[in-house]
């Protein structure tokens, strides 16, 4: 599957979950800040994606697949403020993240806040390979 | 034939209002898996009993109070039949008893059979329902959770439970393309209410019913296979009375009784 395959799955599955028009979905909407995602809008989301592609994510998946296995107390300081290696660890899954902007400021709290459609398809696009 | 190609599990049907179910689904087409805790052979006769009639059904042993077991209950029925569309809890058990006399089990027991085997069942089935987005959910609740009735604490809270349940879970589950709806007998001659029957065969109670007699287990099986096919496309989050008239009257019905 291309990721041009994935990405017109997730984009209809996107806008379909969330009930608005396609032109208002773009790869770089944020899903929960912009687009105004809650949790049951990601359930249906991915749903959706697993129905039209057959590639399955828990939705608890998502913030696991965010936080890349690096224990909590490593990801956030004491205040719950992403550290320097949480940060590097964001860059990978969140390109487009400006890590130095972000540096000290972001909350874990607001961290999914940032996770673009595009990034969901580079989720499933990794899921997807996993799969076949 | 209103649910050729589906596939319904039916929990606590070896008997009653389950046993009724379980048939009349199969009768519109319905392959069921007939869930049963202990009896066995009654399963097993319902069972034959489909399969008499060309129909198609699997006892499947779980005890859908404890949650391990309704998963495995849940996915032997998508294995054994090939699918699941349609998942009517059933299953309940009585401890009446005056809260003056009632132990602490007696609530707890009949909590996590009644409101318990209903969770569990449900999220064992809503990730497969959510997946195809489409499925049906019925409960088989009781006028019991809406009204009051002496040494029947526990068991009303235990179907006030589901009934709430029921309707928190239509509006999650909507979106899905899962429907999710209860039934409430009224008074139903079954096993589980043969003590309330023991005294003078029900005439007391029958005489405070407005249609003057109880739900039979078809009057429910028919109510349920309604809300489980095709007919009851738009309808989700409802609690249906099968009772008679008695929740639609004023106490003080008559004059006098």
Redesign the interface.
């Given at each position: 599957m291309t990721k041009e395959e994935i990405y017109g799955a997730v984009h209809p599955a996107v806008a379909e979950a969330l009930g608005l028009d396609a032109d208002e979905v773009t790869a770089e909407s944020t899903l929960m800040d912009e687009l105004g995602a809650e949790s049951i809008d990601l359930l249906d989301i991915l749903f959706r994606i697993e129905r039209a592609i057959g590639v399955k994510i828990q939705a608890a998946d998502l913030s696991e697949y965010v936080q890349g296995g690096i224990p909590d107390e490593e990801f956030g300081d004491e205040n719950d403020i992403i550290t320097a290696k949480g940060l590097a660890q964001l860059k990978k899954v969140m390109p487009q993240l400006d890590v130095e902007a972000l540096s000290g400021k972001l909350a874990a709290e607001n961290v999914m806040g940032y996770f673009t459609v595009e990034n969901l398809v580079t989720l499933v696009a990794e899921r997807a390979a996993v799969t076949v | 034939m209103d649910l050729e190609g589906r596939v319904a599990l039916v929990t606590g049907a070896s008997r009653g209002i389950g046993r009724a179910t379980a048939l009349r689904l199969a009768s519109e087409g319905a392959a069921v898996g007939v869930n049963y805790r202990s009896n066995q052979q009654l399963a097993q006769d319902v069972v034959a009993e489909i399969e008499a009639a060309n129909g198609r059904a699997v006892a499947i042993q779980g005890d859908v109070s404890d949650y391990q077991q309704a998963q495995e209950v849940v996915a032997k029925t998508v294995a054994d039949l090939g699918g699941l569309h349609v998942l009517v809890n059933n299953a309940g058990i009585a401890r009446d008893a005056l809260i003056f006399n009632m132990e602490p089990e007696d609530w707890l027991d009949v909590m996590k059979v009644n409101f318990g085997a209903v969770f569990n069942c449900t999220k064992s089935a809503l990730p497969h329902f959510?997946?195809?987005?489409d499925g049906v959910i019925v409960n088989v609740s009781s006028m019991m959770g809406e009204r009051g009735w002496t040494g029947e604490s526990n068991y009303a809270a235990s179907k006030g439970a589901i009934n709430a349940f029921t309707r928190c879970c239509a509006i999650?589950t909507a979106?899905?393309g899962i429907r999710v709806n209860a039934v409430l007998p009224g008074f139903s001659p079954t096993d589980l209410v043969s003590e309330l029957l023991d005294k003078d065969g029900g005439k007391s109670i029958k005489r405070q019913i407005p249609m003057r007699g109880f739900a039979g287990v078809d009057d429910v099986a028919d109510a349920v296979a309604f809300l489980a096919g095709p007919r009851s496309g738009y309808i989700t989050g409802s609690l249906l009375p099968l009772d008679g008239g008695v929740g639609a009257q004023l106490g003080l019905g008559r004059t006098s009784w």
């Open positions: - | 959510a997946g195809q987005r999650e979106r899905f």
